[in-house]
């Protein structure tokens, strides 16, 4: 292997060790892990290489799933599990349940920018979103904003974030 390849080589591994690295002490990496491999799921996990540099978002994570009571139950115990001592941004309930929720994590010592959870459970689907970044939680919308022109392809067709 030449030089180049080598470096190549190196960072791709550097950066997907980051990104495993990302969420893994979260107890809803679990949640993406699980979900994320069964049919019907969509799990999108986009790096800053494709985000580009329009975002300061550097990591993003979504699974979309269809709510079952085993699997709305799994995904609000580890939410509340992660949050605790976070801020919540915002938070909806019907029926005591969680509708839609936006949490900024609780920023640890040695940590580099902020870390969130968002999620929404609708009758027909439920969504799990897990973003970091440097950018403040009054940032956070417009950093999401800027996600919404970002086009992503799977299986040869054109997904909107």
């Known amino acids: 292997m030449n030089t180049l390849t080598k470096l190549i080589f190196l960072s791709n591994f550097l950066l997907a060790s980051t990104f495993v690295s990302a969420q893994k002490d979260l107890n809803i990496a679990t949640i993406f892990d699980d979900y994320g491999k069964l049919e019907g799921s ?3 996990e986009l790096a800053k290489d494709v985000l580009g540099n ?8 979504s699974l979309i799933i269809l709510p079952t009571s085993e699997n709305k139950e799994a995904i609000e115990e580890a939410i509340q599990k992660d949050i605790e001592g976070s801020k919540k941004i915002m938070e909806t309930k019907k029926d005591g349940k969680i509708e839609t929720a936006y949490y900024c994590l609780k920023k640890k010592k040695n940590s ?3 870390q969130y ?6 009758d ?9 970044g440097d950018f403040p939680p009054s940032k956070l919308e417009k950093e999401l904003e800027t996600l ?3 086009f992503i392809k799977i ?7």
Not at 124 to 132: A, C, P, R, S
Not at 155 to 161: D, V
């Open 124 to 132: 027909e689907k439920m969504t799990l979103i897990y973003v970091k």
């Open 112 to 114: 580099s920018g902020y």
């Open 42 to 44: 969509i799990l999108i």
């Open 155 to 161: 299986n040869n067709k054109r997904i909107k974030l």
């Open 148 to 150: 919404k022109d970002l």
């Open 117 to 122: 959870i968002l999620f929404n459970s609708r």
């Open 54 to 61: 329009n975002t300061k978002i550097e990591h993003y994570k």
